[in-house]
């Protein structure tokens, strides 16, 4: 998987530069090239020596070095590797990037590379939580730059959250995944994938509808047909452009115009419902605007066919079917609920409550509940990159089994 593979690990002052040795080995276990820059902070926490040690090669850095850049410059540096990992990233560090300054080796190379970066911050919980590092981690992963946070754990202050540095292995398995995000392992899959929201008529003017915006919809379908799958995709109204490789694409606008779809396109093996299906319409949407005058106070709404349920139940119910659930309290106890009433093999709930801000942004974050109610939580990340973890590591392991 890493075999070969060139890393350039950028090590950054802070107290969990100390697992930046142990991924060093794990990489070096996995016969990849590891080079590394320490900043000067870096070098108060852990040696060049032991750096060097493991590695087995020059730790770089100076930015104006006259033998380091007779032997290899900056330039050459952000060059001639596969993927560059920030390990730890600081508050400092992470700030620098999002603001443009280069003032080191480390910040300079990462401004003038065009290969994939993994940045994976270490901080403590207030500073994460600081509206100015948000803001400052945003704008990194909108310039292309995966930034990917740790779970929730002890910091060495004491205190608990977020800021915790992502262990190696886990940081390992990241870098494998990226490696093989675009191996055909969903070769020979038939899929249909529904994404975005649905428009219900009141008149002509006038709808009912909801705040999907079909990125997550449209991510899942393109990463499955990147990874090999026979994708077709019904889609509601969006302002997206449509994803690549995808077989064939219907744009509806009503639950009951891809109801209809669905049930003429059942498929054989996988069903991924992520569109957000409005759950009412009007009883009698009328022809002509209805004007104020008339002095409408009561609007009568029936309930749209429930697509989900209809296609897990189905005698010729595709191997898997996946669905979503977007809850504003209690997610997992309503989640579970909806698994169990749509007969779903899996079930991914986000929370789509103001501070969950999920509708029209390219981060999620996500539960993924299994048969045996099993709950794993996938921190927030680009959707794009969710949609692969969900595809890679939920879904295919059921499909193969």
Wanted: proline share 4%; charged share 25%.
């Amino acid at each position: 998987m890493l075999k070969n593979k060139k890393i350039l690990i950028i090590i950054t002052g802070s107290i969990a530069a100390y697992k930046s040795l142990y991924l060093i080995r794990l990489l070096k276990k996995n016969q990849c090239d590891v080079n590394c820059i320490m900043t000067n902070a870096a070098k108060e926490f852990i040696t060049p020596l032991s750096v060097s040690s493991l590695s087995e090669n020059k730790v770089y850095n100076e930015l104006f070095d006259l033998t380091d850049e007779l032997e290899m410059g900056h330039i050459k540096l952000a060059k001639e590797h596969d993927a560059i990992l920030v390990v730890p990233a600081t508050a400092n560090f992470i700030s620098k990037i999002s603001s443009g300054i280069a003032d080191d080796l480390g910040s300079t190379l990462l401004l003038c590379s065009k290969i994939p970066t993994f940045i994976f911050p270490a901080m403590n919980v207030n500073m994460w939580n600081n509206t100015i590092i948000k803001n400052n981690i945003e704008r990194i992963r909108s310039s292309g730059i995966y930034l990917i946070e740790g779970p929730q754990g002890s910091l060495a202050c004491g205190d608990i959250g977020y800021g915790r540095l992502m262990e190696p292995d886990d940081i390992v398995k990241h870098l494998e995944s990226y490696f093989n995000r675009n191996k055909p392992i969903f070769k020979g899959i038939k899929a249909l994938v529904t994404a975005g929201p649905t428009r219900e008529p009141i008149d002509p003017v006038r709808y009912i509808s909801n705040h999907s915006s079909g990125i997550q919809g449209y991510a899942i379908a393109e990463e499955l047909a990147k990874l090999g799958g026979d994708v077709s995709l019904i889609t509601g109204p969006t302002n997206l452009k449509e994803p690549n490789n995808i077989k064939k694409i219907y744009h509806i606008n009503t639950a009951e115009e891809m109801y209809k779809i669905c049930k003429d396109n059942i498929p054989k093996d996988l069903f991924i419902s992520a569109a957000a299906v409005t759950d009412w319409r009007s009883k009698r949407p009328v022809n002509s605007k209805i004007k104020k005058c008339n002095n409408l106070t009561k609007l009568e709404l029936i309930e749209n066919p429930d697509i989900l349920k209809y296609i897990s139940f189905h005698p010729k119910r595709p191997k898997l079917v996946v669905g979503f659930a977007a809850e504003t309290n209690s997610l997992r106890k309503n989640a579970k609920t909806k698994m169990s009433k749509k007969n779903c093999d899996l079930l991914i709930a986000n929370d789509v409550s103001s501070k969950g801000k999920v509708f029209g942004n390219n981060m999620n974050e996500v539960h993924i509940i299994n048969k045996k109610g099993e709950v794993a939580k996938i921190d927030r990340m680009h959707k794009k990159t969710l949609s692969q973890r969900i595809l890679k590591d939920y879904i295919h392991p059921l499909l193969v089994k």
